[in-house]
């Protein structure tokens, strides 16, 4: 029923369901279920009506926001359709002496086409042969629209990502500044329980007018930050900080303009009111896993903080495990190996009253990590080492 996140595990059902554009099949239960996207209340009564007409014995029928612009006659034949399928399953079922295969979800682009087709997809370019023939019986049962291009892309001489500049598009889905038309910023930052958007003016100014350029950025940062909750496929919990405004018209108007962009979202999204620090909490149902968390992993560098401790303060911590070392009765003097702009900090700092110690760049060290050796006294420090000077100015 969900897919696995970071924090949790796979969330499994027994509820058997066959989907279809408009309406999804679920055997063994009772009833008839609407989108809860379709708002107008006369065609919700008529989908009900026709539903519940149509909804196969001991079977119940969940009607999708798709089923709205169909007829229904084809919704009628839809639910044939499906039942026709689940029928086969049992059939196939009675038939079988051992555990095995009995139904097979769509491939990924199938079930993609299936949600998503509709009079505006104009074309559907795949390299897979196979995904093309399946592509177009979809089209004869009249699930993909007859004026829809369904093409195959022959990689001979060049990729496909190449020729429609997809690599460069999910580079731009990952970054963490979003670039506006009008010249403001979206800064994306995902933390453990929730995304945090902020939206910044950046270049846009209009004038002296303070609320006016506010209110400009923020409307169309309004539908940006919907289009990247789809791009990114963002779920959860999310808080969005707008830009200040004193009007409580613009703000009602800026929270028109997010609802009626997350009205296209497939997932549910609730939007909240506004507070007095224009701040939008808002939620988006999670189903599958975020694109960052799908193409990356934490880095092994900085642990996925994106952050190191600074030169000054790894000499610091150095410096104090060499002064532990030399009160817990180990002789020195020593050398300490750093990342070369923490070894540069530590050259500056005085050396301890308990021994000599020198610094000793080493290029490449991680710049958290240092190494603390005892100095052989015959063969003497490093040649590149520097002697950390004493307080009172003496080497």
């Known amino acids: 029923a969900k897919q696995a996140t970071a924090s949790k595990g796979l969330r499994l059902t027994q509820k058997i369901n066959l989907a279809g554009k408009g309406l999804v099949l679920v055997p063994g239960s009772e009833g008839v279920h609407l989108s809860k996207k379709i708002k107008d209340e006369a065609l919700r009564q008529a989908l009900q009506s026709a539903a519940e007409a149509i909804c196969p014995a001991g079977c119940g029928l969940i009607v999708r926001t798709a089923s709205q612009d169909v007829t229904r006659e084809q919704l009628g034949e839809e639910a044939n359709a499906l039942y026709e399928r689940w029928k086969a399953v049992e059939q196939k079922a009675k038939g079988m002496a051992r555990p095995g295969m009995l139904e097979q979800r769509p491939s990924l682009t199938q079930r993609m086409v299936r949600d998503w087709a509709d009079r505006d997809l104009l074309r559907i370019v795949t390299t897979d042969l196979q995904e093309v023939e399946a592509l177009k019986a979809m089209q004869s049962r009249h699930e993909i629209h007859e004026q829809t291009n369904i093409e195959f892309f022959e990689e001979s001489k060049q990729l496909m990502f190449d020729a429609f500049s997809l690599e460069s598009g999910m580079d731009r889905a990952l970054k963490r500044r979003v670039w506006l038309p009008c010249g403001g910023y979206l800064v994306i930052d995902r933390c453990e329980a929730m995304t945090v958007v902020d939206v910044n003016s950046g270049k846009m100014i209009l004038g002296r007018d303070v609320e006016q350029t506010a209110v400009a950025v923020n409307l169309e940062a309004a539908r940006e930050i919907a289009h990247q909750l789809r791009l990114r496929d963002i779920g959860g919990m999310v808080v969005v900080d707008f830009i200040d405004m004193t009007e409580e018209s613009h703000r009602t108007a800026v929270i028109r303009a997010l609802k009626e962009a997350v009205a296209l979202d497939k997932a549910q999204v609730h939007v909240l009111g506004m507070t007095r ?48 070392m030399a009160l817990s009765g180990q002789r020195g003097p020593f050398v300490v190996r750093l990342a070369p702009a923490a070894a540069d900090a530590l050259a500056q700092c005085a050396a301890p009253r308990e021994c000599d110690v020198y610094a000793l760049a080493v290029a490449g060290r991680h710049a958290e990590k240092y190494q603390i050796e005892a100095v052989d006294i015959a063969a003497g420090p490093p040649r590149e080492a520097v002697r950390l000077v004493k307080k009172d100015g003496k080497k």
């Not at 909490?281 to 401790?309: F, I, N, Q």
């Open 277 to 324: 620090l224009g701040l939008v909490e808002l939620t988006r149902k999670r189903k599958y896993a975020e694109l960052a968390k799908a193409l990356r992993v934490p880095c092994s560098y900085c642990s996925g903080t994106g952050e190191v401790l600074g030169p000054q303060e790894v000499a610091r911590r150095a410096l104090m495990a060499v002064r532990r």
